[in-house]
């Protein structure tokens, strides 16, 4: 039975207005209720590891979901970071910093991590996947023309690599591409489905 089948007693509620992660789970024909923006202060403890930090975000952000799930419910979350020796580049604060996350990454390897969270109302499953990412040197021309057209101010890492750059500027991409965009549909579709299969088998013991 595929997925989308299976799903069909369940309602999948995206916490995250992500467009390239809602196109995802579209893209691989998974429905899906997109529930309104809530708070919660994305912080994590001072000295952890810079890949561990997704799958914390991802978890905090399940737990901070202000609504008791239902029967049948299945909330998602997830939460990428880019890391490049050691520094995690979120969201940059504004062109200066956009201009010197893409020249931190010129040039250079870097990872991105994304954790995902699946919660029902009595289960919780987390997991995280990373990929390399190798751009080759970047001119300050091109870094310049890329923020000032695409302005990726609400990418981590300041690119995308659905667009401009990544035709133009990435040498290889060891791992998945998709995790890169955001979310590592490939996996989550697996462990979605072991996800319901197991709330199947508990329901019906």
């Known amino acids: 039975m595929l997925l989308k089948e299976k799903l069909q007693p369940y309602r999948l509620l995206l916490a995250s207005h992500s467009p ?44 901070a979901y202000p609504e008791p799930l239902a029967t049948g419910e299945i909330l998602l979350t997830a939460d990428t970071v880019v890391v490049a020796g050691g520094e995690i580049l979120g ?11 893409l020249r931190r990454l010129s040039g250079a390897e870097h990872f991105v991590t994304t954790g995902v969270t699946l919660r029902t109302a009595e289960r919780r499953y987390s997991f995280a996947v990373t990929s390399a990412v190798r751009f080759r040197p970047l001119a300050d021309e091109e870094i310049d023309y890329y923020i000032d057209r695409y302005r990726p101010f609400d990418k981590a890492g300041s690119y995308g690599i659905q667009e401009w750059i990544g035709y133009v500027a990435i040498e290889s991409v060891n791992g998945s591409f998709y995790n890169v965009m955001g979310l590592p549909i490939q996996r989550l579709y697996v462990e979605l489905d072991r996800f319901v299969s197991k709330e199947e088998t508990a329901r019906h013991g």
């Open 20 to 63: 390239r992660r809602q196109q995802l789970l579209r893209d691989c024909g998974l429905e899906f209720t997109l529930i309104d923006k809530y708070d919660v202060e994305e912080r994590y403890p001072a000295g952890t590891p810079p890949h561990d930090v997704p799958l914390y975000l991802s978890q905090l952000k399940s737990e």
């Open 91 to 101: 969201k940059p604060r504004d062109r200066d910093d956009a201009v010197r996350m």
